[in-house]
């Protein structure tokens, strides 16, 4: 299987500043055929479902703020929230999906300093 | 509007079977490969289960295989996740969900979950 390793496990930063999450992958999830990186970003707040924000690495779900982006390529990976909100207090997640079992990294929570 | 909702959690004693349910509907149930996805309490998320469109096919985690088997009626759109051999950490909130993405969209959907308590 691969793993999907998050870091940092938590982090607090202020209102209108950047967060940064990082994740590495134990092998390359980058499909060679079609240069894709099979890898999502979730984010899931207390009480709800995950919620997909980031899928090939760097493209937006319709309806995410641009606030959000995802890059990265091979096995490290980066979610950026650029400029803090209220509302993005909560739990981010990697998933990769090219293989099977889709596993998901550790989750890091995101809070306000 | 997409709608998929999760039943049949409970409380069940250790070595005890129960088997949940996923109805769905908005949307062509038969085309979409589904998939289970469980949340210990206060835990991450992780990945258990999926099913191909047709049935033909699923995967599992190694910490349920055998113990767990996937399965679809396409005729009453509807998902199935049947549990044997339950164990304390099996305890968790399943989510049902169909993760399915395109080259510039995505179709994910997750339901809002059923508890399984697994305690003597």
């Known amino acids: 299987d691969i793993v999907m390793t998050q870091s940092p496990d938590s982090l607090a930063v202020s209102l209108g500043e950047r967060a940064t999450i990082n994740c590495k992958s134990s092998q390359s999830v980058l499909y060679s055929s079609n240069n894709k990186n099979y890898v999502g970003w979730y984010q899931q707040k207390p009480g709800q479902p995950p919620k997909l924000l980031i899928f090939w690495a760097s493209t937006r779900e319709s309806g995410v703020p641009d606030r959000f982006s995802g890059s990265g390529s091979g096995t490290d990976f980066t979610l950026t929230i650029s400029s803090l909100q209220a509302e993005d207090v909560a739990v981010y997640y990697c998933?990769?999906?090219?293989?099977?079992?889709?596993?998901f990294g550790q989750g890091t929570k995101v809070e306000i300093k | 509007e997409v709608q998929l909702v999760e039943s049949g959690g409970a409380l069940v004693q250790p070595g005890g079977s129960l088997r949940l349910s996923c109805a769905a509907s908005?949307?062509?149930?038969?085309?979409?490969?589904m998939h289970w996805v469980r949340q210990a309490p206060g835990k991450g998320l992780v990945y258990i289960s999926h099913i191909n469109s047709d049935g033909s096919g699923t995967s599992y985690a190694d910490s349920v295989k055998g113990r767990f088997t996937i399965s679809r009626d396409n005729a009453k759109n509807t998902l199935y996740l049947q549990m044997n051999s339950l164990r304390a950490e099996d305890t968790a909130i399943y989510y049902c969900?169909?993760?399915?993405?395109?080259?510039?969209?995505?179709?994910?959907?997750w339901g809002q979950g059923t508890l399984v308590t697994v305690s003597s």
């Open positions: 908005g949307f062509t149930f038969s085309s979409y490969w």
């Open positions: 969900a169909t993760l399915d993405v395109y080259s510039s969209s995505s179709f994910d959907n």
């Open positions: 998933q990769q999906y090219y293989s099977s079992p889709r596993t």
